[in-house]
């Protein structure tokens, strides 16, 4: 192909794409295309196949498991979508959940980011309407796959954008599997990232594309991207926060354009007011500090335009630097004046403890325990970059040069948002999906130029081109390096050679790509899959068991109280009221359910009496070994409960600051109600062969509390394998 | 309850002058009834002499109004031959009513195939089915308990005819019978109550009996069983079937221990079962096994020649009162169950009832799906169900397809008896939906192609 003259490296990315590509665009040379038809073709459909590619990759855990919903947040978006989609658009937006947050409740359609909702609606919608009558259930569970697709292709266009059509090609190729995307995409995970990446990389190509050419259009599509993006998902917080940086950045680098000037204002202004009509957002983008920001630097561009025009009427340089430094100045004074008005008297909210914990990672630990108990809110380990990008991770350096090396208003983008998104990527694991994009196409950027020119190196090697046109479109960029190889005789083999070193490394990273995304992203983790003693699979459906069995034997209006990890679940399999859930929104009442939990049976009865709980579930992975339960999430239960009610102290349950369940634990951690609901009957249990009873496979030891007796609460239920266990609360009994 | 069939039994004493209009009378009765499930089978031998002077073409079949109401099934056969040679012959069974009936009593009327003369006998054999006719007492048990229930009956046969001499025996599941209720002579061996014999028993004769026993049977009722039957004439039949099972048998009471459950099987939870037996049409395939959340993972399927067997787990054991739905989906070939009628039309042979082996269905509905097209709907049963027609839409559905919707009450595995759906197609219509895809992806085509040579700009470049 390279002999065929075409000047693009987009070959390149074929061969990694599909090898039987090459097969085909030699069949269409008999057709004689014209170069450009060709290489036309040739992009389409490689496109065409990373977008197939994308969707399948993320197919893993269908084939694996099943078209089920994975976690526990997608749980509440399916419930909600399943909603919107029996009772139409309003009733969804006006939904009161009575079965959340007993006794609370919770305004659902001021709560929430409908963007994902909406979006899996309107697909189920559309293919109803167009006679395919799927379950809305596929729908979601597809959902994100097919924004993965999509995204491939913003990333293409993103990365055609910044550098060429070969790095987008290469850019698409890797963001369609890499694991740091995939890892929140596969097929049943319905969540609000999976439409946000797309609506992030949308919002941010548009406005690279609106600030390159200034046009209007572009800045409004931009504006609509942002838009969408504030429907779908919190993250759109980085964004409101980046674009104004980065203009900040082209002011202070003397970049200030009228393209710039029209870009971001109307995509400010637009993408605010479109903004504001998301419930859960409101005014907060003039009323939050967290996108002060923004309006900052939305000001001080009308400062600069204003300043353009008198400098444009004044001819005196001296009046305009006097102008200047006042205009400056007193800008500057009052903005922050009204900042600091603005602050005080309470009218703009200060910063967020989230906002916080992205800028100190040590901030959570210290003051919100409920950010710091979630796992993928910790700062992020090596080994994850590692896992989630492989070689990208080598490959960003080399972009950033490459970026540097031809600075632009798109690179001068892309290298803020790699920069910026990386750093909250080790700040903590989730962002590393928010990095993602950037580290793709900073590497393809990478890849792209090395192909580029170690292709075009061995091109002007060849003595007799076959076709003559690959020395004219060449440039004087070849022909110096036609000089230059004469005196370096194994530039061809070393160029060989590296081009072989690029496709042994991006073929590692594709097998490394799949091996994860199959061994450790596809997991629902509804469903636990084991190996057996003779090497058969054994799957762990308990969560299921258990929550069904409350869907159907409990009375429908039972109050469930567990710990907030499993609400959303239990509202959504299980279909009963629940105290707390994943949305977190009132630490309070989760440290109340902590504060009960860690409590001695009698009161925690009182506790749950007064929350009006009919029943309580427990996590426990005693008998199977499995480590995610509530006994190893107990101390954040203890810390949050204690948090608000100091009665709970941590050290109480603790011996030498060390957390143990056995023989040498604290005796108020033998006597606790969540030991007690995990280990009740336990201790007549034998796990293993050779172990005495009562021995904790999860902890690897055996319990220290085997005669557990429980006085106002009985066991109802407890799964096959000991994971869930649901214990009824007993009336009280009459006083004499 | 039981003040209530005393005051009924009263009633009938009253009415113990009452004279059938036919005359008839009952040389010999034995009835057996089977309680080791919990649906109750009576085998009823019935030996008939028409002692009036007019032929008498049919006979009928008394039950009172408890039984009559969980009576599911009526069947009536004629014996002739002695021993090895018998032979049996299907009656005419259906319910009517009798102006002077006493007390509520239901009738069933069997005609005979030829009429009875003077003299003249005849042996039949009655099977009636009962459902919900073993109630639970007492009627809450814990997990360690036995499921004990009470059966109440008759000791002598309800019958608008003179009996001259009868017997009823009972079987329970186990030799484990708390009590029974004495009717002279009345003994008890074993597995086995007998009643009788008794002599010359007036017509409208009534000794209520109750019967206490140990039922660890499992009770699994299904409270509604919607079968759906997807005909696709490219080559298969989907059946979808939606279940609403429940534990039918005493509630369970107070804690469910994991712990004695798993270990102590023999003790704990006898009455509950875990474990249920569906029979598949053979040649079934593409099975499935889920509920609302999901794909249940504890099933096995056996395929064979003359049937496939599904033996599958609830998500958990199902006590007293529990209940669990869940769907099982198959597809089988199509050319098994559609056929060609000589009058051009198809019909589909289908087998009606619930396939789970030993369940009760409160409330069957079968619905036969038609293709796109289909015309003149109707279908043929061996007994009576409500029939209505719907419409569906399905993957591509235009017009929508003709639903033939059967719905019955109460129904046993007695009741998997095959039927018919005729309708009229022409096979033109089958090509109607890849025309429409083919059609889609051409206009698609088509309009990249015009996409591509179009200019749209306003400007020319």
New interface residues.
């Given amino acids: 192909m390279a002999a065929n003259g075409s000047p693009k490296p987009e070959p390149m990315a074929a061969k990694k794409a599909s090898p039987d590509l090459l097969n085909s665009s030699f069949s269409f040379k008999s057709l004689k295309l014209k170069t450009k038809q060709q290489e036309l073709l040739l992009r389409v459909s490689i496109l065409g196949l990373v977008y197939v590619l994308a969707f399948i990759a993320r197919l893993f855990s269908v084939l694996r498991y099943e078209s089920m919903i994975h976690e526990f947040d997608p749980y509440f978006n399916y419930r909600t979508t399943l909603f919107l989609t029996e009772k139409g658009f309003y009733e969804f937006w006006n939904w009161f959940d009575s079965e959340s947050w007993y006794p609370l409740g919770r305004i659902i359609g001021g709560t929430l980011y409908p963007g994902l909702m909406v979006t899996a609606a309107l697909i189920y919608w559309t293919l109803r309407f167009l006679r395919f009558f799927v379950h809305i259930r596929e729908v979601c569970v597809l959902t994100a796959p097919f924004f993965a697709s999509n995204t491939t292709l913003v990333a293409y266009f993103f990365g055609k954008e910044i550098w060429d059509t070969g790095a987008g090609l290469v850019a698409a190729a890797l963001i369609a599997i890499c694991p740091g995307y995939i890892s929140r995409s596969v097929a049943g995970s319905y969540d609000n990232e999976a439409v946000a990446i797309f609506a992030l990389l949308l919002t941010f190509y548009l406005f690279v594309k609106a600030v390159k050419t200034g046009s209007l259009s572009w800045a409004l599509g931009s504006a609509f991207g942002y838009f969408y993006m504030v429907s779908a998902w919190g993250g759109y917080v980085f964004i409101i926060n980046l674009v104004p940086l980065y203009v900040l950045v082209l002011l202070i680098t003397g970049r200030y354009s009228m393209r710039l000037y029209v870009a971001y204002n109307c995509m400010y202004i637009l993408g605010m007011l479109l903004a504001m009509q998301i419930r859960f957002v409101g005014f907060q983008h003039v009323q939050s500090g967290e996108h002060m920001a923004a309006m900052g630097v939305f000001l001080l561009m009308q400062v600069f335009y204003f300043l353009d025009w008198v400098k444009h009427q004044l001819n005196d340089t001296k009046l305009f630097q006097t102008f200047l430094r006042i205009t400056v100045t007193s800008a500057i004074l009052v903005g922050g004046i009204a900042l600091g008005v603005g602050t005080a008297s309470g009218y703009i909210s200060p910063w967020t403890g989230r906002f916080y914990s992205l800028l100190d990672p040590t901030y959570a630990k210290d003051h919100i325990p409920i950010i710091a108990s979630v796992s993928e809110h910790q700062p992020t380990a090596w080994s994850s970059f590692m896992f989630d990008y492989h070689i990208l991770l080598f490959l960003f350096p080399a972009g950033l040069y490459f970026c540097f090396k031809r600075l632009s208003d798109a690179t001068i983008f892309i290298v803020m948002y790699g920069l910026t998104s990386l750093y909250f990527a080790g700040v903590m694991v989730r962002l590393i999906l928010v990095a993602t994009p950037a580290v793709c196409l900073i590497s393809a950027i990478a890849v792209s130029a090395t192909v580029k020119n170690l292709t075009s190196l061995l091109r002007t090697k060849q003595k007799v081109p076959q076709t003559g046109s690959a020395k004219g479109v060449g440039s004087s960029k070849s022909s110096s390096k036609v000089t230059l190889d004469q005196s370096q005789p194994f530039h061809k083999n070393g160029a060989i050679a590296l081009l072989v070193g690029v496709f042994y490394l991006l073929s590692r990273y594709a097998i490394h790509c799949t091996w994860v995304t199959s061994e450790a992203y596809s997991s629902p983790s509804i469903v636990l899959a084991a190996r057996g003693a003779h090497g058969n699979r054994i799957i762990f459906d308990d969560y299921r068991e258990a929550y069904y069995w409350l869907r159907q034997n409990t009375p429908t209006d039972a109050k469930v109280m567990s710990w907030w990890d499993y609400g959303y679940q239990i509202t959504a399999m299980g279909n009963r009221t629940v105290i707390v859930d994943n949305n977190t929104w009132n630490n309070t009442h989760i440290a109340t359910v902590g504060r009960a939990m860690s409590s001695y049976e009698d009161e925690a009865y009182d506790i749950m009496r007064s929350l009006d709980v009919n029943y309580v579930l427990v996590v426990f992975g005693g008998v199977t070994g499995y480590s995610s339960d509530d006994i190893n999430k107990f101390l954040w239960m203890v810390r949050i409960g204690g948090g608000v009610y100091p009665v709970i102290k941590e050290p109480d349950y603790l011996v030498n600051g060390e957390f143990r369940v056995d023989k040498g634990a604290s005796p108020k951690m033998l006597n606790c109600l969540m030991y007690k609901l995990c280990y009740y009957r336990f201790g007549e249990l034998v796990t293993e062969y050779g172990k005495p009873t009562g021995y904790d496979r999860a902890r690897g030891v055996e319990i220290g509390n085997k005669d557990i007796k429980l006085e106002h609460l009985e066991e109802a239920y407890t799964t096959s394998n000991w994971i869930v266990r649901i214990y009824r609360v007993k009336p009280p009994t009459n006083r004499l | 309850m039981a003040a209530r069939i005393w005051i009924f039994s009263v009633a009938v004493a009253l009415f113990l002058s009452f004279s059938s209009a036919q005359d008839l009378q009952i040389v010999n009765a034995e009835r057996r009834i089977d309680l080791s499930s919990h649906i109750v089978k009576a085998f009823l031998t019935l030996k008939v002499e028409n002692i009036g002077k007019d032929p008498a073409a049919d006979m009928l079949l008394a039950f009172p109004p408890t039984q009559i109401k969980h009576l599911s099934m009526v069947q009536a056969m004629a014996i002739t031959g002695k021993k090895k040679k018998k032979t049996y012959l299907p009656l005419d069974v259906k319910p009517t009513e009798q102006p002077d009936a006493p007390n509520d009593t239901g009738y069933f009327l069997v005609s005979f195939a030829t009429p009875l003369t003077l003299g003249e006998t005849v042996t039949l054999e009655v099977l009636y089915i009962l459902t919900h006719s073993l109630e639970p007492f007492p009627s809450e048990i814990a997990q360690s308990e036995s499921q004990l229930v009470y059966y109440r009956d008759s000791a002598v046969i309800l019958s608008p005819y003179h009996i001259k001499q009868q017997t009823t025996f009972f079987k329970t599941p186990s030799a484990r019978v708390e009590s029974f209720t004495s009717v002279d002579p009345a003994n008890r061996a074993g597995k086995e109550i007998k009643y009788g014999p008794y002599e010359d028993r007036a017509s409208y004769s009534y000794a209520p009996v109750i019967v206490h026993f140990e039922n660890n049977s499992p009770f699994a009722v299904v409270e509604e069983l919607v079968r759906e039957i997807e005909i696709s004439h490219w080559g298969s039949l989907q059946i979808t079937e939606n279940y609403r099972l429940t534990h039918g048998g005493a509630r369970h009471k107070?804690?469910?221990?994991?712990?004695d459950y798993?270990?102590r099987r023999s003790i704990s939870g006898s009455s509950s079962f875990n474990a249920l037996l569906a029979v598949l049409p053979p040649k079934v395939n593409s099975v499935y096994y889920r509920?609302?959340?999901?794909?249940?993972?504890t099933s096995h399927l056996r395929t064979g020649f003359k049937k496939s067997e599904l033996e599958f787990e609830p998500?958990?054991p199902l006590f007293g009162?529990?209940?669990?739905?869940f769907i099982i989906g198959y597809r089988v070939p199509l050319e098994d169950y559609l056929f060609e009628a000589p009058d051009g039309r198809r019909y589909l042979n289908f087998t009606f009832g619930c396939p789970l082996v030993e369940t009760i269905v409160n409330k069957l509905t079968i619905k036969v799906v038609l293709p796109e097209g289909s015309k003149d709907p109707s279908a043929v049963l061996p007994f009576t169900v409500n029939q209505d027609l719907q419409v569906k839409?399905?993957?591509?559905?235009?017009v929508g397809r003709t639903v033939v919707v059967l719905q019955k009450d109460n129904v046993v595995p007695t009741h998997n008896v095959p039927f018919q759906v005729y309708y009229t197609f022409k096979p033109i219509y089958m090509l109607a939906e890849p025309f429409m895809l083919v059609s889609a992806f051409f206009f698609v085509f088509v309009a990249s192609l015009a996409y591509v040579h179009i200019d749209l700009n306003i400007v020319k470049k």
């Fill in positions: 107070g804690v469910f221990s994991r712990v798993q270990s509920d609302d959340i999901g794909n249940i993972s998500r958990y009162g529990w209940r669990a739905t839409y399905s993957y591509l559905d235009i």
